[in-house]
């Protein structure tokens, strides 16, 4: 599953890069082609923990955006298919993430695929939509349309069926603006997405046949891997669908639940999440409860993390990574901090902050799992960590690092309490 906008994590590729030189490689490929187009080299954003946030980048640049988003999941995919030789069944994408699964399907070589999503945003620049935006919201598709017809918002459209009680709309600002004040009034829980435009909607018209005219211009191939569309609702066989779904791909709506069903009723067992973070795997989950999914970089891991969350996949162990180039020697270790408060092992430290956050959050402590993705899973936003997770640090007589903003980089409970014992001692703390 190839995930779409949300699916973007600072220096998410920073460990694999160094383990795996197949991900360094693809990542060196990807920024000479990106400078080629006129776009910043994605490595800065997956390499580098101390990166912009995904809210930030939404807002400020998008396009740097999207690079890193294709590039984090084909590096992804070439390591998982070409390194630990998975063979995926079927591919599926979500919202941007089917142009990602065009190019990993074979349609667009690995440079091409970069040149369609630069494609998509010079038809944005070339075409100028009227502002809007996207709100998901705790219902059914069903129940969601039903709630736009009796508020009569025709101006609002079903955007994304993502799971049995999550959905996206997507119009103009204002009319967004008054269907989540309506839902809220009726108990019903609303989240605005970081986006500047209505995604999968009419007002996108313009956009989409400026894309599919430059997407005309770029060399395709037969798929040669089996590819389903969400968008479209059917399988991708031939050059025609390539250019329907890119036709499509801003004003049609993505059906993720139908094609998660579908697929299932046709015997996948195994999802597999193709990128950052682990949106669709909850969604997946919340559809099918008891199927199976994987996440392999929900958090930053190295190459023999990765090697052992798969071996139960593959029955079979890799073979070693080639050995990267030499490089200077590492530089000498830092002199001893002084001594910092002793912090409680990882499991206790979990559970410290999972009733802190459920008692500030008003969940139920069972949703928050140590591997729920706090903003993607539980929609809880960057200001609102950071708070938290002061009081936390303070309970343990430790202190926030310098950039606060960038504890969105580590996503679950688990990996917060992985952090916290690296984060240097409050002044006059007692050990």
Not at 57 to 62: I, K, M, T, V, W
Not at 97 to 113: K, Q, Y
């Amino acid at each position: 599953m190839f995930p779409g906008q949300g699916a973007y994590l600072p220096g998410g590729l920073a460990r694999l890069a160094e383990d795996e030189p197949l991900v360094a490689d693809t990542l060196r490929t990807l920024d000479a082609a990106a400078v080629r187009l006129g776009r910043g080299a994605p490595s800065r954003l997956l390499l580098d923990e101390r990166a912009p946030a995904l809210e930030e980048l939404a807002r400020d640049a998008p396009a740097d955006l999207h690079v890193a988003l294709f590039a984090a999941e084909m590096a992804l995919f070439r390591l998982l298919t070409e390194r630990h030789r998975l063979r995926p069944d079927v591919l599926l994408g979500h919202s941007f993430g089917e142009l990602v699964a065009l190019t990993a399907a074979g349609a667009f070589r690995l440079t091409d695929g970069l040149a369609l999503v630069a494609a998509r945003d010079e038809a944005f620049a070339a075409c100028p939509p009227e502002p809007g935006g996207m709100l998901a919201l705790e219902l059914s598709a069903a129940r969601t349309e039903a709630l736009l017809a009796g508020l009569a918002e025709w101006e609002v459209m079903l955007a994304a069926d993502n799971g049995p009680r999550q959905c996206v709309v997507s119009g103009p600002s204002a009319a967004l603006e008054r269907v989540r004040g309506k839902a809220e009034a009726v108990g019903v829980r609303s989240t605005p997405l970081h986006v500047p435009y209505a995604f999968h909607h009419r007002l996108l018209a313009a956009v989409a046949g400026e894309f599919a005219r430059r997407a005309d211009a770029l060399p395709t191939a037969p798929v040669g891997r089996l590819l389903h569309s969400a968008i479209l609702g059917r399988r991708i066989t031939d050059g025609d669908a390539v250019g329907e779904l890119v036709a499509a791909h801003l004003v049609r709506p993505t059906r993720f639940t139908d094609a998660v069903r579908l697929l299932h009723a046709e015997g996948v067992e195994l999802f597999v999440e193709c990128g950052p973070r682990g949106v669709l795997s909850g969604l997946v989950a919340a559809t099918l409860p008891g199927v199976r999914t994987l996440a392999p970089l929900r958090r930053r891991l190295g190459g023999p993390e990765l090697a052992a969350e798969l071996r139960g996949l593959t029955g079979t162990t890799p073979p070693p990574a080639p050995s990267p180039l030499p490089s200077s020697p590492p530089p000498p270790p830092p002199p001893p901090a002084a001594a910092a408060p002793i912090v409680p092992d990882r499991g206790e430290v979990v559970a410290v902050l999972r009733e802190l956050y459920a008692t500030a959050l008003g969940y139920p402590p069972e949703v928050l799992t140590a591997d729920a993705d706090l903003e993607a899973d539980l929609g809880v936003d960057s200001i609102k960590q950071t708070e938290l997770f002061a009081q936390a640090v303070a309970r343990f007589g430790r202190s926030l690092p310098t950039e606060g903003s960038r504890l969105t980089s580590y996503t679950t409970l688990d990996a917060l309490a992985g952090l916290l014992p690296t984060l240097p001692s409050a002044s006059g703390a007692r050990t």
